[in-house]
């Protein structure tokens, strides 16, 4: 018999995944303070509860997806909340992205106080919730992570255990991070390429038929850095001389290259440390080292 789920947040994500547990023969008793949300739910045939306690009380497991750090010391420690209503043993899943200092705190207090918890947010969209293709991030003990395992199953297709309590949310986080930083790292690249007098359409083309626009952790990385290899494929030496006409190009078009002028000024530290040779992948312990990462980055288990 699956597991009654008490599901806390129905919101962006929320909504989707807990009408996905619904669709796969989860019963869900959900919870959100706007009661279109609930409603909602229950017209999945789901449970729609007014508050925490009718959706957690007689949960086997408790999962929660809330918007900030706030939010979610309310839900789970406040008065009232997962932590008052929940039975001893039951299995709290907390999915949000919030800080890993919180997820950490109100994991331990979970614990402390007879629960089981993990940290497991997820990643992709909406869309990919609703169909269960999600990606689920995991952090916790080995036996949680198995009693979790047809929940995150019904909810995604790769399903990850990233380790002790806390790595899930660390990675999530790291994984927005890049996600962020590429946004603007794309957007300065389309507005150079305009202003160079390129159509946006051949640009976008073109870069998704290269190693930049396909991603460096998808291409070179695998192959090089991180299976041991720095020997050039393409030299630091070089890149630093591509970042140089890049950025060069975006003065001369004023074009404001944030990112590509402190990537050039890194390349530039990594040339007068000695690795002009080295292939640019090698920029992953030129960092390292900078982060007093002694012995290097790459195959590092923590």
Known sequence: MAPRIGFIGLGTMGGPMAARLVEKGYAVHGFDI?????????????????????????????????????HVRSALLGDGGVLDCARSGTLVIEMSTISPQCSLDVGQQMIGAGLRFMDAP?????????????????????????????????????????????????MKVVNNYMSMVSMVLTAETLVMARKAGIDISVAVE??????????????????????????????????????????????ELFVPLFLGSSALELFGTACSAGRSNQDCTAMLEHLGSLAGMSGGVANRGS
């Open 34 to 70: 706007d009661r279109t949300k609930v409603d909602a739910l229950a017209g999945t045939g789901g449970t729609g509860c007014g508050s925490i306690r009718e959706a957690c009380e007689r949960a086997d497991v408790v999962a929660s997806i809330l918007p900030r750090d706030a």
């Open 122 to 170: 997820v990643g992709r969209t909406p869309a990919e919730a609703k169909t269960g293709e999600l990606l689920v991030m995991a952090g916790g003990s080995q036996s949680d992570f198995e009693s979790a395992r047809n929940v995150f199953d019904a909810l995604a297709t790769k399903v990850v255990h990233v380790g002790p309590l806390g790595s899930g949310i660390r």
């Open 206 to 251: 073109i870069l998704q038929n290269t190693a930049a626009g396909r991603g460096q952790i998808n291409v070179n990385f695998p192959k090089k850095v991180l299976a041991g290899d720095i020997s050039p494929d393409f030299p630091i030496a070089m890149g630093h001389k591509d970042l140089s006409l890049g950025v060069a190009l975006g003065r």
